[in-house]
């Protein structure tokens, strides 16, 4: 069964096609009634399904055509139409000769069982055929012009309907344009401006017709006008752009403003401008005082740096002076110490970031101090690092750096005696989220027998437990072999 449909509506068209292929029909189509009737007449379908309004013949005269050709006139004729609903179109419509009119939308379940009835209905001969028109050719012109004159009234409806629609859109939208107090400016491709509200002319100083003889380039502080020209093409292949712009004022001043771009079209863009110049002028100041703070900062790590080297020179002229090896043992131990903190001061001093210091090269420096002021000799002791990229703020790096300083002169005092080589290791290592690991360990003599370390009277290992508990760590003793202390604490943030 060939099934010819006729509608101007491409989708709708396509839509119907579809659904009736699905059903096993050969289909036709067409967008008009002269096109139908050409397709109808070299080859008559079994059905004819018909829109009504149509450019060139509407559905109404097409089905006229078809009931007045001999050829034609025994074909089911069905109106399917969402524009002329009215019961006259009804009657209209089945006085020209119309097996069904059928009004849009309507579920394709429904439809199909028409469409399969009326099929039905012409196999059996029980559809209706007019041997002639039902009524006079006169009556017939007058239904059919009424019917046209009813659905052009009721479309310039619509359009006044519309019309008005739009114009109180466009009232919205320019009051929303002029009474924004964000600087709108609506450009075209090069930059010429097209329409601008009040908030741009108060930002900018000029008025409306100065602005709309210019183009944004004539805004720009001088320099700017390649950078911006380039970032508006950026919006051609990313539809927005935001950046922070310097404008020039009418008066001469400049300004800051963040420019909020958008594609309206192939050739012309919309910018929202918010002056942020106030907002930059105090960012201005806070750099200017946060630079100060952090030169004065500096300073004060270098003057405590200094003054504590000015300690470390005492020490050093009451060890030359004093006759007692022990005592002179003392002072070079608490130099050491004293060496310890300056060192943290000096990396200060030097560091880029004022919040931290990297401990892999502190740690380096404060071997390296030990190792000379023990008069070790090269090659007996060797050293085995594992740092992880780690930086602790200043209240953690000198209890820190006191710590590690006592673990390796301790190392460095006792677990090598007489021409016993060996090895220190040192680990340090974030072992989760909020702890680090610190591991001091040697491979040498080890403990003493019969030695408790927590009742012992060492100052370096009451300095040990006492900075450790000061930075809220665990302290713990291992004794496999030679000597190893295992410190966990917490990451400072």
Request: hydrophobic share 40%; proline share 2%; aromatic share 6%.
């Amino acid at each position: 069964m060939k099934i010819l449909i006729v509608d101007d509506d491409d989708n709708s068209r396509i839509y119907l096609e579809r659904a009736l292929k699905a059903q096993g029909y050969s289909v036709e189509s067409a967008s008009n009634g002269t096109q139908a009737l050409d397709l109808a007449r070299h080859s008559p379908p079994d059905m004819i399904i018909s829109d009504i309004l149509m450019p060139e013949m509407d559905g109404f005269m097409f089905c006229r055509q078809v009931k007045e050709d001999e050829r034609l006139k025994r074909i089911p004729f069905v109106f399917y139409s969402a524009t002329y609903c009215e019961k006259d179109d009804e009657k209209l419509a089945m006085n020209l000769g119309a097996s069904r009119f059928i009004v849009k939308p309507m579920e394709l379940e429904d439809f199909l069982s028409i469409i399969l009835e009326v099929l039905e209905e012409s196999k059996k001969k029980t559809l209706s055929v007019p041997e002639s028109t039902k009524m006079e050719m006169e009556e017939l012109d007058q239904m059919h012009l009424e019917a046209l004159t009813r659905k052009l009234l009721t479309k310039i409806h619509q359009l006044e309907e519309s019309r008005k629609d739009i114009e109180e859109s466009e009232r919205k939208y320019r009051a929303y344009i002029n009474e924004s107090p964000t600087a709108i400016f609506v450009a075209t491709g090069d930059g010429r401006f097209l329409e601008v509200n009040q908030a741009a002319c108060r930002l900018t100083g000029y008025s409306t017709e100065e602005l709309l003889r210019m183009t944004i380039l004539d805004l720009l502080a001088s320099g700017k006008g390649d950078l911006v020209q380039s970032r508006f093409k950026d919006i051609q292949r990313n539809r927005r752009i935001m950046d922070e712009v310097e404008l020039r004022r009418r008066d001469g001043g400049s300004i800051y403003v963040i420019l909020n771009a958008a594609s309206l079209s192939n050739d012309r863009y919309i910018a929202f401008c918010q002056d942020i110049t106030e907002r930059k002028r105090a960012e201005e100041i806070i750099k200017a005082s946060l630079k100060e703070k952090e030169v004065m900062l500096r300073e004060i790590h270098h003057r405590v740096k200094n003054n504590l080297q000015i300690i470390i020179g005492l020490l050093n002229l009451q060890g030359e002076y004093s006759k007692d090896a022990h005592v002179a043992s003392l002072l070079g131990e608490c130099r050491n110490r004293i060496k310890t903190m300056a060192s943290v001061h000096e990396k200060l001093y030097r560091a880029h970031n004022l919040a931290g210091i990297d401990l892999s090269d502190y740690i380096d420096g404060l071997i390296g101090t030990a190792f000379i002021s023990y008069g070790t000799i090269a090659g007996k002791v060797r050293i085995e690092m594992k740092i992880e990229d780690i930086s602790l703020g200043i209240d953690t790096a000198v209890p820190f750096g006191l710590i590690l300083n006592e673990l390796i002169s301790n190392c460095l005092k006792h677990a090598f005696p007489g021409t016993r080589k060996g090895t220190i290791s040192i680990s340090l290592r974030v072992i989760n989220a909020d702890q680090l690991e610190l591991v001091v360990a040697d491979d040498g003599v080890g403990l003493p027998a019969g030695l408790d370390l927590n009742r012992t009277s060492s100052l370096g290992w009451e300095l040990i437990t006492g900075l450790t508990r000061q930075i809220k760590g665990k302290l713990e003793v291992l004794k496999d072999t030679g000597m190893a202390v295992r410190i966990t604490f917490n990451k400072p943030f």
